[in-house]
Structures are given as structure tokens and as C-alpha cells.
């Protein structure tokens, strides 16, 4: 286990709704990033957040947003859900260092179904 | 970013060692190299990392050519539950914090 726990597992949502994801770093860890993984395929980046500040952002519109808090746990909010939402979102933590070289640990996920 | 290409699939037996290879001809000198394991619905865990030569821990071995143009994941004696996707990613030195995934490679282990 690597530590990072998310919530809810599991969620359903009708189109035009809004979703907010949690998780829950690594005890030491002050980064955390997410990512959206379409079935069949690889995570795609969303974005990162350190030290409460957005941190690098992938190819994901505006309607992706996110927070991260003082205790470095960190939400995603999704407005407007749109079918091609539908996917296993993933956060990873991990420790920022001078070195740049941290390894990201993933949570388990959360499985998030658009009908 | 260098972009990793690796086989769709593979197929081994029980007790049998895998090699996993992955080429990455535009690996910068600054990036490193990094390989995660996912099972189905869970997160991908991370295996082993390496900037040159070997690298092993108590779960793989990997290997890296001088010219670091390719990557070789090697897991010893698999079993059933080594049936997973592997991931192998290019990563840059600093907090760049984006990974990018391919499509990995699909480990069949059979009995």
C-alpha cells in the first residue's frame, strides 16, 4: 500500500453535473497530481499541485479544477460532466525535492461513470 | 518529452523470467527511466527506476545500454499474479510533475 487513499471508489453522475474527488497524500508528501485514465488506455495527466498552488496543467479543460490544502490532501472538481468523463481518476503524492527526482505513488482510484 | 515504445502484449509461463523491452530514442541526458506495474482498476505501483547500467530490487531488474536509447524491465520467475500492465515512462529530472503513460504493455502469465 502505498498510503494515498481517495474517496469515493466508486460515483455516478448524470451529464451536466458536478463531481468532487479527494485524496489523500502520503504522510511527508506536499505534491499531488491527477490523472484521468479512459479504459483501455494510459493515465493522461490533468494536473499538479504543490504546495497549494497549481504546479503544471495537461491538456484537460478549464471545467477540471482543483485544490490543494495546508494538510497537502487535495480535491477534483469537475463541473458540466460531460459521457467522455467516465473514467478511473488517479492522484499521486510525492515529495518535491532540490534533486527533482521524486517518485509518484498512486492512490487506488476513484471510478467515476457519466450516464 | 522522449516518447517510450513498447509491445501491446506479451505472454510467459509460470517460473519463466519476462524481459520487457522498451525503446526511447530521444531520452534526454537530465531524464531517467521508470517502470510501474497497474492491475485492473487499481493504481499503477511503481516498480524501479534507473538513469544507467542495472539497477535490481527485490521485485525486477532493469537494464539500461550505454546509450540509453532503450530499457530492458526483467522480472524473475513470474507467477499468476504478475499478470498486469507494465508502464515504462521517461521521466525529467526536476518537479515537472507529468508523467506521460503510453499504452504499456499486457502481461499474460499463464499456468
Redesign the interface.
Known amino acids: 500500500e502505498?498510503g494515498?487513499t481517495q474517496s469515493p471508489t466508486h460515483l455516478i453522475k448524470t451529464r451536466g453535473q458536478q463531481v468532487t474527488l479527494r485524496c489523500s497524500s502520503q504522510s511527508g508528501h506536499n505534491?499531488v497530481?491527477w490523472?484521468q485514465q479512459a479504459l483501455?488506455?494510459?493515465?493522461?495527466?490533468i494536473f499538479?499541485y504543490?504546495r497549494e498552488e497549481e504546479?503544471?496543467r495537461?491538456n484537460f479543460p478549464p471545467r477540471f479544477s482543483g485544490l490543494q490544502f495546508p494538510n497537502y490532501s487535495s480535491e477534483l472538481n469537475v463541473n458540466a460532466l460531460e459521457l467522455d468523463d467516465s473514467a478511473?481518476y488517479?492522484?499521486?503524492s510525492?515529495l518535491?525535492s532540490a534533486?527533482?527526482?521524486?517518485?509518484?505513488?498512486?492512490?487506488?482510484?476513484t471510478?467515476l461513470l457519466v450516464l | 518529452l522522449a516518447k517510450t515504445t513498447q509491445p501491446i502484449s506479451m505472454d510467459s509461463y509460470e517460473g519463466q523470467e519476462v524481459n520487457i523491452t522498451c525503446s526511447h530514442n530521444n531520452i534526454a541526458t537530465n531524464d531517467?527511466i521508470?517502470w510501474?506495474q497497474q492491475f485492473p482498476?487499481?493504481?499503477?505501483?511503481?516498480i524501479i527506476?534507473g538513469y544507467k547500467t542495472k539497477v535490481t530490487n527485490e521485485v525486477a531488474s532493469l537494464f539500461i545500454p550505454a546509450d540509453r536509447k532503450s530499457s530492458t524491465l526483467s522480472l524473475p520467475r513470474v507467477s499468476l499474479s504478475d499478470t498486469a500492465v507494465y508502464?515504462c515512462l521517461v521521466?525529467p529530472?526536476?518537479?515537472?510533475?507529468?508523467?506521460?503513460?503510453?499504452?504499456?504493455t499486457t502481461l499474460q502469465v499463464k499456468p
Request: aromatic share 18%; glycine share 22%; net charge positive.
Open positions: 502505498t494515498v505534491t497530481s490523472y483501455g488506455q494510459g493515465p493522461q495527466f499538479q504543490y504546479n503544471g495537461g478511473l488517479l492522484c499521486a510525492s518535491a534533486g527533482g527526482r521524486e517518485t509518484q505513488y498512486f492512490g487506488p482510484g471510478r | 531517467y521508470t510501474y482498476s487499481q493504481g499503477p505501483r511503481f527506476q508502464y521521466v529530472s526536476g518537479n515537472t510533475g507529468k508523467l506521460i503513460f503510453g499504452q504499456g
